[in-house]
């Protein structure tokens, strides 16, 4: 609960010392995954801001990274699913796109973040090599809407398009953009997009 | 059709004082890019050239039909001039087209950290302006002193020269004239970068008030100032990160209204109006500016925030300005931005206290023709009606 609450410093104490007396890191890791999804509830409720998110993101950031020697002694676990984010070409911004992908992973998903300004040729060369679920695009930028839809049209010509979800997001993303871009999804909370990948995977 | 019956002067003048003009006000803000896609030209291009562009941008100006009032459509000398004067507004590192950007890109904000925890006593000592010209602005741009100073003495007669070419146009322009001047709430996100400044909110907030006590004295004191220096009763203050999207009602509370209610008052004691042009959603935050004296601001809201309740809590108590939303602007046909701006006329303009505008400045990917709709629309709707 130290996490719901943002209490960075005892969050990561509590993990460290846990994680030294030889307590299960996936147990650790999990109850870390709990705290994010009760953030994420109560940003939902309208209990708590972007500005929470992106707090208990950079705690869970932390969390990990005491965690990752430990995790790696007891293997690779099976992602949940297999995300792949990218700002495109034309557009620097990367805020939300670090906000989802740290909510993402914190969800178990594998992410796969190519950075800002990218060519859409870059996206399908990921694609083809992760075989992701989702494939995301964050954009802030409007002049990014025709890489975004230039991206989409590639992978469509790379016989790619069928195999994963297309998703959205941005400050200046509508559904008209989602149109435009033939995306599968929209949205300008960071929140709704994990949970859109979470009803995916589950089947939704 | 009827005639119009009051100057763009009278026209901005009764929209901010809650009246209702022969027709809605149109204001603009827009920096290179928009104007630069409508011209079929780099943005790069466009601030190589400071004749070049400012031709291009009243040539855009006249084929819309023109608006009432700018709010800092001006080009530099270069690049680099144009460079320096976003920098030492906004406090951050800035890539632009042309340097470390493609020649057809828009310019953007580098999200990082520049600005230091120690820093903020440091503001709180000797002030945001000393702070910026001595220090900063050496962190996040490769300038000497010699021509920082050279760039400084060159940016007031382009000002002026700016103000004048607008005012030859019937533009009402307001102070500053170029299209950033930001809340220091805002300047010190921007400086931390959002993430380091929201920790520092949450978890060391002492620190933060002191600078933003001193840099609130010193805004206020440079912008009566700069209002003197260039004959304006208006002034722009920029903030896209304080609302109720980003923060709690609590944060708000201490860290920006505050210091927020101590600018406006101290302005409109001067006869100065504040344009706050608020982006992201201030839905949580709209009925605080009832605390502030009637006709003291006005809100540009970005199309994020529901401009029409933010009309019903404020009516005849602040003045408006909005909201067509950019991707409207981008990807909508003319008769969609014409329905829309139909919609706002009535709406939130119908008991006047309303400039027709754009959410946030207009799009980098703007339509001509999108843009051409919305002069057009404010400009003879009200009037066929007559």
């Not at chain 1, 992908?101 to 300004?117: C, N, P, R, S, T």
């Not at chain 2, 030859?168 to 809340?183: A, D, E, I, L, N």
Request: charged fraction near 25%.
């Amino acid at each position: 609960m130290a996490l719901v609450e943002l209490e960075r410093d005892r969050v990561a104490e509590e993990v460290k010392s846990r994680a030294e007396t030889g307590e299960s890191p996936i147990q650790i890791l999990e109850e870390c995954r709990r705290g994010m999804t009760i953030v994420g509830e109560r940003f939902q409720k309208g209990d708590y801001f972007l500005a929470e998110l992106m707090l208990s993101g950079e705690i869970f950031k932390g969390a990990m990274a005491i965690l990752e020697p430990y995790l790696a002694k007891v293997g690779p676990s099976k992602p949940l699913g297999k995300v792949v984010l990218a700002t495109l070409q034309g557009d620097i911004h990367d805020l939300g796109k670090n906000i989802v992908a740290i909510m993402l992973k914190a969800q178990g998903f594998e992410v796969h973040d190519l950075g800002v300004d990218v060519a859409p040729g870059l996206v399908v060369e990921k694609v083809r090599e992760t075989a992701p679920d989702f494939v995301g695009f964050s954009v802030l930028i409007t002049t990014a809407f025709d890489s975004m839809k230039q991206a989409a049209a590639m992978l469509r010509e790379a016989g790619l398009r069928e195999q994963f979800k297309l998703m959205i997001g941005g400050g200046v993303t509508t559904t008209v953009v989602k149109d435009h871009v033939g995306a599968d999804f929209q949205t300008t909370d960071a929140t709704e997009g994990v949970a859109y990948c979470l009803d995916v995977m589950r089947g939704g | 059709m009827a005639s119009e019956t009051m100057t763009s002067q009278e026209r901005v003048q009764a929209a901010i004082q809650l009246e209702k003009p022969d027709r809605v006000p149109i204001a603009i803000l827009a920096t290179a890019a928009p104007f630069a896609r409508i011209s079929g030209m780099a943005a790069a291009e466009f601030y190589r050239n400071e004749d070049k562009a400012n031709n291009a941008i009243y040539k855009v100006f006249d084929d819309v039909g023109g608006w009432d009032l700018d709010l800092g459509s001006v080009t530099g000398k270069s690049i680099m001039m144009m460079k320096t004067v976003m920098t030492l507004a906004l406090g951050l590192r800035l890539a632009y087209p042309g340097m470390e950007l493609p020649d057809d890109y828009a310019y953007q904000a580098c999200e990082e950290e520049v600005l230091k925890p120690e820093d903020y006593a440091t503001i709180a000592e000797i002030g945001w302006v000393k702070f910026m010209t001595e220090d900063l602005v050496f962190r996040v741009l490769d300038i000497t002193p010699a021509e920082l100073n050279q760039t400084l003495n060159e940016i007031i007669p382009s000002v002026f020269k700016g103000k004048d070419e607008w005012a030859k146009r019937g533009v009402v322009t307001m102070y500053p004239p170029s299209p950033f001047t930001c809340h220091p709430f805002f300047r010190l996100s921007l400086g931390r970068s959002m993430v380091k400044f929201t920790e520092d909110l949450y978890y060391n907030p002492e620190m933060i008030e002191g600078a933003l006590k001193t840099m609130t004295r010193e805004f206020i004191e440079t912008t009566i100032n700069g209002c003197k220096m260039f004959n304006n009763n208006m002034t722009l203050v920029v903030e896209e990160r304080a609302g109720g999207y980003f923060y709690p009602l609590r944060i708000f509370e201490r860290f920006w209204w505050p210091y927020t209610q101590e600018i406006v008052d101290a302005l409109w004691s001067e006869g100065i109006v504040t344009w706050f042009h608020l982006d992201t959603s201030w839905d949580r935050n709209i009925p605080y500016f009832k605390q502030l004296p009637r006709g003291s601001v006005v809100l540009a809201l970005d199309g994020t925030t529901d401009i029409f309740a933010a009309k019903e809590a404020l009516r005849n108590h602040a003045c408006l300005a909005g909201d067509v939303h950019p991707t409207l602007l981008s990807l909508g046909k003319p008769e969609e931005v014409e329905a829309y701006c139909k919609k706002l006329i009535d709406e939130v303009g119908g008991d006047g206290g309303f400039f027709l505008s754009s959410g946030c400045e207009l799009p980098a990917a703007i339509k001509a023709e999108n843009l051409r709709a919305m002069v057009r629309t404010g400009k003879t709707y009200e009037l066929s009606k007559k």
